[in-house]
């Protein structure tokens, strides 16, 4: 994959949005979510999709530990570790929130067995883990999986939306404005890492950033049953 420049005063983050539009918008405008938001969602898909995102979400944790990680070796600006570490706490309430929801829902969260798109989504998060990969790339993918939520569920909280009352809390953790602004903080992050990143880093993260489309746009058609 070609590096480009990032041009005029976007940021890279931001021309790899606009380059990569088709795909971006394939991940955050999925029909899984359309369906929420217009409410012709099928509740099995939903309780599906919780079931399989509490397997991913535990993956996530360690993955945020080693950007966390990268972040206390490498990073040059105090304030990442505290933002990261604010992730982090809220990923503990994230967990604390999904049993609460599946239980709501009768959903088993025990011996869920995971599906092939999350195994695969789970395999990159942990190759992403390893010592070697950049801070830059492992931020840029943190970023990318965290927006593609907050893109998503945005979308459910619009006025013209009509989500179901019973998914508002879903749609308002990930697509509350508060999520937006951790997820603009963390855009900051890795637009100033890669400033100063090599050419192979920088190609590095956008193959990681278009990674993470793939894997979302997978993961919401095995939450369709796809
Ligand atoms: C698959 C997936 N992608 C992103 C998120 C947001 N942390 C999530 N919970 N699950």
């Known amino acids: 994959m070609e590096s480009r420049r990032s041009s005029g005063d976007m940021g890279r983050i931001a021309s790899w949005v606009k380059s990569h539009r088709p795909m971006y918008d394939r991940a955050t405008q999925h029909p899984f979510v359309v369906g929420i938001s217009d409410g012709s969602v099928d ?14 979400v535990k993956e996530f944790v360690p993955f945020l530990a080693s950007v966390l990680l990268k972040a206390w070796k490498h990073s040059d600006d105090e304030s990442d ?3 990261l570490l604010g992730g982090m706490a ?22 869920i067995v995971p599906q092939k798109a999350n195994l695969e989504y789970c395999r990159f998060l942990q190759s992403l883990m390893l010592p070697e990969v950049d801070y830059a790339v492992a931020i840029t993918a943190f970023w990318a999986i965290e927006t593609v939520y907050q893109e998503s569920f945005s979308l459910c909280l619009d006025s013209s939306s009509k989500t179901p009352e019973e998914l508002m809390e879903t749609c308002q953790r990930w697509g509350s404005a508060n999520f937006g602004h951790y997820c603009r903080s963390l855009q900051k992050i890795a637009d100033r890492c890669l400033e100063k990143a090599s050419s192979d880093i920088i190609r590095k993260a956008e193959e990681a950033f278009v990674c993470v489309l793939e894997h979302e746009f997978n993961f919401w058609n095995m939450s369709c049953g796809e």
């Not at 309780?47 to 397997?55: H, S």
């Not at 809220?90 to 604390?96: G, I, V």
């Open 43 to 56: 509740l099995s898909a939903f309780k599906r999709w919780l079931a399989q995102d509490y397997i991913f």
């Open 90 to 111: 809220s990923l503990s309430d994230e967990l604390a929130w999904f049993r609460k929801e599946a239980s709501k829902w009768d959903v088993k969260l025990v011996g």
């Open 81 to 83: 570790m505290e933002i």
